[in-house]
């Protein structure tokens, strides 16, 4: 149950689904080129540490903010223009989301990895602008989705010809402004597509505190350890000098300071996680 059909391409170097974790990594949201390019020189430093392949990370547009009145963006144009920025100074490959199906081609012209929101992962339109693209798509799975149920997302992609998908886990909610991760689908959905743990949205609490989401990064190792002794590919993971000053889901970020102890711990798991992923009592 726990073999990939297939690895995903990101760039010749970059490949989700064979024998180095890929860690997807950056601020939640563009703040800044200073900002993005901080976080991002200490990420590259610490994956390169600890055997990681990187991709930076951050969203151009929040478009599922809780409030209208919460922080979005600063504009496409801006946050496309200091993404490009990030990568070249970096010479790291980019991932961002997308929205809306006319956002995918000016977005791929940019990025190597168009991501899809949990709340949109069933829209077909949009799964199939950002096949299309010829760019490798990461789909999150929706909280409302059943793990097997995201084979059908995968093959939306794929009928455009594209076979650079992969699935997120972000956990499904429980109640209101909880959510939980059933460690049963990681396995599930590895049948379909390589697969990759979000380690920061799997501690959020949306909407938690009335017009903005709450977050408990205290279970964050606690998570990530346990997905990565699934043998999952890749991981995802929001940080940020100071958190409590971040834009957008401060918090459920995990303290840049603290990225280093963090990766450390992950790429151990991640190994005995390897380690026993054929293992089975059938």
Same mark, same amino acid.
């Given at each position: 149950?726990?073999?990939? #059909?297939?690895?995903?391409?990101?760039?010749?170097?970059?490949?989700?689904?064979?024998? +180095?974790?890929?860690?997807?990594?950056?601020?939640?949201?563009?703040?800044?080129?200073d900002i993005c390019i901080e976080i991002g020189s200490t990420? +590259?430093?610490?994956?390169?540490?600890?055997?990681?392949?990187?991709?930076?990370?951050?969203?151009?547009?929040?478009? !599922?903010? #809780?409030?209208?009145?919460?922080?979005?963006?600063?504009?496409?144009?801006?946050?496309?223009?200091? *993404?490009?920025?990030?990568?070249?100074?970096?010479?790291?490959?980019?991932?961002?989301?997308?929205?809306?199906?006319?956002?995918?081609?000016?977005?791929?012209a940019v990025v190597d990895v168009l991501q899809i929101p949990?709340?949109?992962? @069933?829209?077909?339109?949009?799964?199939?602008?950002?096949? !299309? #693209?010829?760019?490798?798509?990461?789909?999150? @799975? %929706?909280?409302?989705?059943?793990?097997?149920?995201?084979?059908?997302?995968?093959?939306?992609?794929?009928?455009? %010809? !594209?076979? !650079?998908?992969?699935?997120?886990?972000?956990?499904?909610?429980?109640?209101?402004?909880?959510?939980?991760?059933?460690?049963?689908? *990681?396995?599930?959905?590895?049948?379909?597509?390589?697969?990759?743990?979000?380690?920061?949205?799997?501690?959020?609490?949306?909407?938690?505190?009335? %017009? #903005?989401? %709450?977050?408990?990064?205290?279970?964050?190792?606690?998570?990530?350890?346990?997905?990565?002794?699934?043998?999952?590919?890749?991981?995802?993971?929001?940080?940020?000098?100071?958190p409590s000053k971040a834009l957008s889901d401060g918090p459920?970020?995990?303290?840049?300071?603290?990225?280093?102890?963090?990766?450390?711990?992950?790429?151990?798991?991640?190994? *005995?996680?390897?380690?026993?992923?054929?293992?089975?009592?059938?």
């Open positions: 149950m726990n073999r990939i #059909t297939q690895p995903m391409k990101i760039t010749d170097s970059v490949v989700l689904g064979e024998n +180095k974790p890929v860690l997807f990594a950056g601020p939640c949201a563009v703040e800044s080129f990420v +590259k430093e610490l994956a390169e540490k600890f055997g990681f392949s990187y991709v930076f990370k951050a969203s151009f547009d929040k478009a !599922n903010r #809780t409030s209208s009145g919460s922080f979005r963006s600063i504009g496409m144009d801006k946050s496309l223009e200091v *993404l490009q920025r990030v990568g070249k100074q970096l010479n790291v490959p980019l991932v961002t989301d997308i929205h809306e199906s006319y956002q995918a081609a000016e977005v791929a949990a709340f949109l992962c @069933r829209q077909t339109d949009l799964l199939l602008a950002a096949g !299309n #693209t010829g760019k490798a798509v990461k789909i999150k @799975r %929706g909280q409302f989705m059943a793990p097997e149920d995201m084979q059908y997302a995968v093959t939306k992609v794929r009928s455009t %010809g !594209n076979e !650079n998908v992969c699935l997120t886990e972000r956990g499904f909610s429980l109640g209101y402004h909880n959510l939980v991760v059933d460690m049963r689908g *990681l396995p599930i959905m590895r049948q379909f597509a390589p697969v990759v743990f979000d380690i920061t949205h799997s501690v959020q609490q949306p909407g938690g505190q009335g %017009g #903005t989401s %709450g977050g408990q990064r205290e279970f964050a190792p606690f998570l990530a350890r346990a997905a990565a002794a699934t043998g999952v590919d890749g991981f995802f993971i929001e940080t940020h000098p100071d459920n970020l995990i303290p840049l300071d603290r990225m280093e102890a963090f990766l450390e711990m992950l790429k151990d798991s991640w190994e *005995l996680g390897r380690k026993y992923q054929d293992f089975s009592v059938k």
